[in-house]
């Protein structure tokens, strides 16, 4: 377990808080002056949260501590933290419940075609698509927590799920090229390599016969030999008295 892996499980922890800061029981703060309400909680947690995906992405990358696990827990950990803002912001009211199938929706189809892909043997990593959206998730999330205490924020919220939206489809079509064509060169790689797997066979059973048939012309060779000399030697005894 190295340092960039534990901020991934860290982000992952985050998630049941940021869920109860939004729908528990309201939480009103006051801290030098400033109101503390149940949404700030909330935005603060969110921003955490999307700090330690940045930063273990460039620890990993700094460190050279880039690992397999890492690679596909922390998209996963993306996911579900994306995914419980939005439901639970669906639950506030603050965004259309279509939006955020669509995105849920679209989060579940990346991570099953990640999954069959890592089944083959293949990581399909977050292409520059996937970061911009994942960019504009943050910022759309954040406008929608503001939002909920500044109406005025709403605009902003739903220009930048819009822009969410479009992202979100454009690197879809991406992974499921990317799965595509992946996918297609490991079945056509082992297409072939069954296929000279059974040429292979073909010629090591074509061998036997063929050492097996020399084989067996070699004995009836040396039966026909040894029954002529049996013949000659018959031949040649005189006749009994």
């Not at 499980?9 to 006051?30: G, S």
């Not at 989060?107 to 999954?115: K, N, P, Q, T, Y």
């Amino acid at each position: 377990m190295n340092l960039p892996n534990g901020l991934t499980i860290a982000r992952i922890f985050f998630v049941p808080l940021l869920v109860a800061a939004l729908l528990e029981e309201k939480i009103v703060l006051h801290w030098q002056g400033a109101l503390i309400t149940n949404d700030v909680v909330a935005l603060i947690i969110f921003w955490l949260a999307a700090a330690t995906d940045l930063l273990d992405g460039y620890l990993a990358r700094r460190w050279k501590q880039v690992t397999t696990i890492g690679t596909l827990l922390d998209p996963i950990a993306d996911k579900l933290l994306v995914s419980a803002a939005l439901i639970s912001l669906v639950q506030l009211g603050a965004i259309r419940s279509w939006l955020v199938v669509l995105l849920v929706g679209r989060e579940f189809a990346v991570s099953g075609l990640r999954s069959i892909a890592a089944a083959e043997g293949y990581t399909i990593q977050a292409n520059e698509l996937g970061k911009t959206k994942t960019f504009f998730q943050v910022v759309a999330i954040s406008f929608l927590l503001l939002s909920i205490r500044h109406p005025d924020m709403t605009r902003w919220a739903t220009l930048s799920l819009y822009v969410v939206v479009f992202f979100s489809v454009i690197s879809a079509i991406s992974y499921f090229v990317k799965f595509w064509r992946v996918i297609d060169d490991s079945t056509k790689q082992r297409r072939r390599a069954e296929l000279l797997d059974a040429e292979r066979q073909r010629q090591r059973e074509r061998i036997a016969v063929n050492r097996t048939a020399a084989a067996e012309r070699r004995r009836t060779k040396a039966d026909r030999l040894r029954a002529r000399e049996f013949s000659g030697q018959a031949t040649d005894r005189p006749p009994s008295a």
